[in-house]
């Protein structure tokens, strides 16, 4: 399906944010790690999110869900020997199993998105997965990837997190389970390290003593321990709030988004001050932030990595910003559902943005004029590559089609229907 935007001068109303991704899968994952029966209130509904329970299902746990919870019993360290798992494109989904897998005799990973999740490197977890006895064939670090484990073992664990900070949570989530204490240490850089905060936080919450060193590069987590069966309540998602609140950045607009807490340990909670250093009138107040915008941006220099999942949606909004804006450490962004630098800046400069790449960097010369749109996108199987297009279509002179944007239901299925509430002029053509 396509979807054909056009030019919306004025968004007003209020949302209720969409359930977060991240702390839907950790706490998927945990509950199905735990022994007894948990309860996660107001889980997300999306396609990764249908990819984690699915695998989890698979693996032996069982699963019950109405409209507001789900409630699971867990498998602990003993899921069932599946022989093949399905993540879909959900990155985090696969990165996080491939570890639990090594409990198994032997299960493939299959590779439905072999020109997105198919793309994307795995090299790094596969090393430190085989450093610990665990066999793992693989098509160069990439899907489909078979692993034949049995008992892996903890001790000292090394990790590289230059490309994805997903192999280091995936082994923090193993590494309790384990027979032997574990040590891991991270090598080389830790990207996307904010993270790291929410995978600490999730396990703490589900009982489990786990010990990091303050810059996140070192950790201490006794082995044999267990998961608790809890209850958790899922927070608002800001990444995908972050593309609402950049459209009514770059609009006239009154919009209100709820359930984005202040004290999220979500990285992307950041975008509300990129936009407001953007001179984006706006308030963040009792887990309600609310813009009023004008349309007017001013140019700024940011510190990408401290909200991966955002950054897309900002830079579309510093495409009518007055002045030059600079998105700088965002080089692991080339390694997600698409190459999120050149390929998306490909799109933005079909649209009509005037747009700079280097390895790391994202620059923006802003065009306040607005963009001539009257183009087709390439959403190259990626949602935030959608989302952001959709804002930067809100602002074009003429309509833009994006072709094939249902793959926005990656991670947020309603999106549209959010916007068109608001008042965007947004219609799904076949
Ligand atoms: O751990 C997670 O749930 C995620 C980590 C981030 O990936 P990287 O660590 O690869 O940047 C983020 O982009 C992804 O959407 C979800
Ligand atoms: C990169 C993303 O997801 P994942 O890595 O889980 O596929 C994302 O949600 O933007």
Not at 94 to 106: G, V, Y
Not at 126 to 150: C, F, K, Y
């Amino acid at each position: 399906m396509d979807m054909i935007v056009t030019p919306t001068g004025k968004l007003q109303g209020e949302i209720q944010a969409l359930s977060s991704k991240n702390y839907t899968t950790r706490y998927l994952l945990v509950a199905a790690l735990a022994e007894g029966t948990s309860t996660i209130l107001y889980p997300a509904h999306s396609e990764d999110s249908d990819a984690i329970r699915r695998c989890i299902r698979d693996l032996g746990a069982i699963i019950e869900e109405d409209e507001e919870k789900i409630v699971i019993t867990g498998f602990g360290r003993h899921p069932f020997p599946a022989k093949q798992l399905n993540v879909g494109n959900a990155g985090a989904v696969l990165r996080f199993l491939m570890s639990i897998a090594s409990f198994l005799p032997e299960v493939t990973f299959v590779n439905t998105y072999p020109q997105s999740l198919g793309k994307r490197p795995h090299d790094d977890l596969i090393a430190a997965l085989q450093s610990m006895g665990v066999e793992v064939d693989h098509n160069n670090g990439r899907l489909p990837i078979t692993i034949r484990g049995g008992k892996p073992r903890g001790g000292k664990i090394q990790v590289s997190g230059s490309v994805s900070s997903q192999f280091l949570s995936s082994l923090l989530f193993l590494a309790p389970l384990l027979d032997e204490d574990s040590e891991i240490e991270v090598l080389n850089d830790l990207k996307s390290k904010v993270v790291i905060g929410q995978t600490l936080e999730v396990m703490r919450q589900a009982g489990i003593v786990v010990e990091a060193s303050d810059d996140l590069m070192r950790y201490k987590v006794p082995g044999r321990q267990k998961y608790l069966a809890q209850t958790y309540t899922v927070q608002g998602d800001y990444p995908g709030s972050a593309a609402i609140l950049a459209a009514a950045a770059v609009t006239e607009s009154d919009v209100t988004v709820h359930r984005l807490y202040e004290n999220s340990k979500q990285g992307e909670r950041a975008v509300v001050d990129v936009l407001r250093a953007m001179n984006v009138k706006l308030t963040h107040e009792n887990a309600i932030v609310h813009v009023q915008g004008n349309g007017k941006l001013a140019a700024g220099e940011f510190d990408g990595d401290e909200f991966t999942d955002g950054v897309l949606a900002m830079v579309a909004a510093a495409v009518f910003a007055e002045g030059t804006s600079r998105f700088y450490n965002v080089e692991n962004l080339r390694y997600k559902e698409c190459d999120r630098i050149t390929d998306y800046l490909a799109e933005l400069r079909k649209a009509g943005a005037n747009v700079e790449e280097k390895r790391d960097e994202i620059i923006v010369h802003g065009r306040p004029e607005g963009v001539e749109g009257g183009v087709e996108i390439d959403a190259h199987f990626d949602h935030r590559v959608i989302m952001a297009l959709t804002i930067v279509g809100l602002r074009s002179k003429q309509p833009i089609r994006i072709k094939e944007a249902h793959h926005v239901a990656k991670s947020y299925p309603n999106f549209f229907d959010h916007l068109s509430s608001l008042g965007a002029k947004v219609e799904w053509v076949k």
